[in-house]
């Protein structure tokens, strides 16, 4: 009988230990660089899947894109008043509209900009007023 209890301690004791040590073992966490602001804007301005765009489209697209953004970026960063910064972003979504629907045409202009207010509506906290020129 003593011997039982004795194997049933030990074993309620190895249990003890190893899940006391399982619990204190934390994964390591992967230092994955995460992506800047600007870079996630241009990735999803730059997803033109489904509109079947020619060469030609799809590289002005980019071009314009890219300056965009880093317009977009330096307003949102400068020292201007909320309110000089709000028109510039609506100006900024004016001329954008503009030349996109020049260089799309008003159909693909409207499909395009749906899937850009689609993907770039979980960053619209962290672009803050830069939001408006979307």
Known sequence: MFKIKLLLSIALLAVLVTTVNAQSIKPQ?????????SSQVLGILNDTKGLDLNSDQKDKLSQDNSTFVDNLMKLN??????EDKKAGFLKMKNNRSKLLTSLLG???????????LKSISPFKSKLGLAALAF
């Open 106 to 116: 008003n159909d693909l202009f409207k499909k395009y900009s749906k899937q850009v």
């Open 77 to 82: 960063s400068s020292e201007a008043s909320e």
């Open 29 to 37: 966490k992967m230092d994955l660089p995460e992506m800047d602001l």
